[in-house]
């Protein structure tokens, strides 16, 4: 690798890491309640914040495509900072509004600038290859941070109430310190400059973008099935390990003293699997691997309900493992699937929308079942539509609707990573025929629109 790429990957580890590092995690439901908050009222506020979300994806997406996704990065770690502030100002049910409103900012500022800006950066550097471990090993090493930092979260608060919260706000300065030492890639002065043109002109670019991304959507059904994929393991891995995770635990007597040991057994799990994409078979192409990893998660969710606590504590571990093995070959399914020249960020942005509706959706059947008294019934209803999502997914995959090979013309790279990344890199290219989305810009030319600079670029598919 050049000094730049090895300059991009460590400072993607580090904003990765701090950005994602909420102390307040693995206690939040608690804190709430301690509060005063009831349970509509907690799991209202948060499909108020996938719904924010949903409704800022686009604005920012379309942002990040004028004036790159390093700006964006900086501007979301700087509003994450601050929402991490609001519960310590007011612990009410005003605070926590806010505090989630401003978290579902920083993250639509941010969704996809990380992700993007290492996958087109390494390509600008030629060394694309490196992605897939780069992004799962980016995520593990924030897992692991959390496995560190998750368990101390009892004896803090016993110290001072409020200091998941302080040390959250603190972690995404530190974030901002790290989108700051980004390096700015060729290319990103002219694009930038672009961008800042007159007000009138901006505008039209903006809703020239996202024109073409609709338009790309459409003319692209293979891009939208990838997306519509990845909408089971988003919406259950959000569910269950934010949503429901303490009251699954609650309802099987596991008290909270011991919810931060659960949550960091959960993340090693999940870090290991998220740094070792290549342990999966390659005689299943990736696309199939994540209906697979969809379908394990689908299944220990239903599971839950049966067994007994260690069973619970079991169960979640190989949730967490599912959901760490399926992101990252997700995430460079959706990324190889978009094709050149297209304003990714915005497209990303889409992705990120679906994701977040179906959330916003799944939060309030959440509360609803939760505050009936039917958290069982949930479980298995979650499976079940897990199940009939992929089925459609399946028979709309085999019917031959769906065109996988040459997308456009897009795809210029033979094998990307040459069995080295594993699964995610290898098979996404050829076993699905899945188009590169910068390949036209890596074979003759310095790339596209100069050299690919991730800066205008775009952002990733989704996470957290």
Not at 152 to 175: E, F, I, N, T
Not at 322 to 332: C, E, I, L, M, N
Not at 399 to 419: I, K, W
Request: glycine fraction near 12%.
């Amino acid at each position: 690798m050049t000094d730049t790429a090895r300059r991009i990957i460590r400072l993607n580890y580090g904003f990765q890491l701090l950005f994602n590092l909420l102390w307040w995690m693995p206690v939040f439901y608690a804190y709430q309640k301690a509060a005063g908050l009831s349970d509509g009222q907690i799991f209202g506020i948060q499909s108020i914040y996938y719904v924010a979300f949903c409704l800022l994806e686009i604005p920012t997406g379309l942002i990040a495509d004028r004036i790159g996704t390093r700006n964006c990065l900086r501007a979301g770690a700087v509003v994450m900072t601050a929402a991490n502030l609001a519960p310590v100002v007011s612990a009410s049910y005003t605070g926590f509004l806010v505090h989630f409103l401003a978290i579902a900012a920083g993250r639509s500022l941010t969704s996809g600038a990380a992700s993007a800006y290492l996958y087109d950066g390494l390509r600008a550097e030629r060394c694309d290859e490196h992605y897939l471990r780069a992004e799962g090993t980016a995520r593990a090493l924030g897992l692991a941070a959390k496995v560190l930092c998750w368990p101390l979260v009892g004896p803090l608060m016993a110290l001072a109430h409020p200091a998941p919260y302080v040390l959250s706000a603190v972690s995404a300065a530190g974030s901002l310190v790290c989108a700051l030492l980004l390096p700015r890639l060729a290319g990103a002065e002219a694009g930038a400059e672009t961008g800042r043109g007159g007000g009138g002109r901006r505008g039209g670019a903006f809703l020239r973008d996202a024109g073409t991304a609709l338009r790309c959507v459409a003319s692209s059904p293979w891009l939208a099935l990838v997306m519509v994929q990845g909408v089971a393991v988003f919406t259950l891995s959000r569910i269950c390990q934010v949503n429901l995770f303490q009251p699954i635990l609650l309802d099987h007597g596991i008290g909270e003293a011991s919810h931060g040991g659960v949550l960091a057994a959960m993340t090693v799990a999940e870090a290991v699997a998220s740094a070792r994409p290549q342990w999966l078979s390659r005689r299943l192409p990736p696309v199939a691997w994540v209906s697979v990893l969809s379908l394990a998660l689908a299944g220990a969710l239903a599971a839950m309900a049966l067994g007994g606590p260690w069973t619970v504590v079991v169960l979640l571990c190989l949730f967490a493992a599912a959901t760490g093995f399926a992101f990252p070959v997700q995430r460079k399914l959706v990324n190889d699937a978009i094709p050149a020249h297209a304003p990714r960020a915005t497209l990303l942005s889409v992705e990120s929308i679906v994701d977040r509706a179906v959330c916003a959706l799944a939060a309030i059947a959440a509360g609803a079942y939760l505050s009936a008294g039917r958290l069982d019934a949930l479980l298995w209803h979650s499976a079940l539509a897990t199940a009939v999502l992929l089925g459609v997914f399946q028979l709309l995959l085999h019917s031959g609707v769906v065109d996988r090979s040459g997308q456009g013309g897009n795809r210029a790279m033979p094998s990307q990573a040459g069995g080295r990344a594993g699964v995610g890199t290898a098979s996404a290219g050829v076993g699905d025929g899945a188009p590169d989305p910068a390949d036209a810009g890596a074979t003759g030319e310095t790339g596209r629109k100069g050299a690919l600079e991730p800066d205008q670029a775009a952002r990733r598919p989704r996470t957290t």
